[in-house]
């Protein structure tokens, strides 16, 4: 029991977080549009380029809102990752381990993650975002 225990905390934070970040990116998805020239990204303002999380305030509102599409839109790296937020929770809270938080595929998920992150920028600057 403690292990399953063990488990269903860092799956109900995982759950709260994405939850949490989808709810309330609304609030903050209004005021871009109030502002359309408005940024928050202190990389796109210093180098001219738009950081691999740029859009994803937008593209958590737009999850939040059910715009599976546009979400990918905004920024496809915060869509899926929210997915797999939401994913590694639930199964957490389950009491289940996921098999890409084994120790040994630790490298795998690490390395793919950055392949993600780095397709995911290309993707904003080909785009202007």
Do not use: K
């Not at 590694?88 to 998920?109: A, F, I, K, N």
Request: net charge positive; hydrophobic share 55%; aromatic share 6%.
């Amino acid at each position: 029991m403690g292990a399953v225990m063990n488990r269903r905390v860092p799956g109900l934070v995982l759950l709260g977080v994405s939850l949490g970040a989808l709810a309330t990116s609304g609030l903050s998805d209004r005021a871009f549009a109030a502002a359309p020239g408005l940024s928050l990204c202190g990389f796109q303002a210093l180098v001219g380029l738009p950081c691999p999380l740029c859009g994803g305030v937008r593209a958590s509102a737009a999850l939040g809102a059910g715009a599976f599409g546009e979400a990918l839109f905004w920024n496809p790296a915060v869509a899926l990752g929210h997915g797999a937020l939401l994913l590694t929770g639930s199964l957490l809270v389950l009491g289940r381990e996921p098999p890409w938080l084994e120790s040994e595929r630790q490298p795998m998920v690490m390395r793919s993650a950055a392949l993600v992150l780095l397709a995911n920028w290309i993707y904003l600057i080909i785009v202007g975002r």
